[in-house]
Each structure stands twice: as C-alpha cells, then as structure tokens.
C-alpha cells in the first residue's frame, strides 16, 4: 500500500509541469541556446529542428511546451518567428539555406 502511494506521488509529480513565467523562458532559451551549439558536435542532436531542441529544453526545465511558446512570442517575437521558421521534418539545415544569415 506504501509503495502504492508513493508511486501515484511520484507520477503526479512526473506529470504536472509548471505554468511558464518569465524566468522559465530564460532558463529555456539558455538551455536550447547550448543543445543548438552542441547539435554539430553531438549525433543525438544533429538534423533536429530549433523546435525540437525548443521543445526538449522544455522538457528539461519542466515546462509546459505550447504556453513557454506563446509567453516566448509575446516576449521575443523575433526568436520566436525564427523558431517557427522550421517544422521538425525539415530541419536546420533547410532554414539555413533559406535565411543565409544565420
């Protein structure tokens, strides 16, 4: 029965992630700024879209995936178009080549 409950606290725990605020979006935008430097050098994250990478440095802080996205297009309008730029199916490479600015 112990085990029992403990394993529903610890899933319910796993499950709820925090409403976004904007210290969240910070720490979101730092960690996927260091996963897209990382992405030439490591094969997990190599050809993933700057969405996925987003939405796995949500993950990692414990964010919610769409609300840390509206607060970012509300905040950062920029960052957040670039973001979007790219689907997860055509990754980085594509959105280079269309905008050689990056």
Sequence with gaps: MRFLTILIVLLLAAACAAK???EDLQRVKKTFLVMRFNAAFDVRLKGLSDRTLFEESCRQNAV???????LLKENDPAFYS???ATSPEEGPERAVRQNPSL
Excluded: A, G
């Excluded at 995936?65 to 509206?70: A, F, G, I």
């Design 82 to 84: 670039q973001l979007m």
């Design 20 to 22: 976004p605020q904007p």
């Design 64 to 70: 919610r995936v769409e609300e840390t996205l509206q």
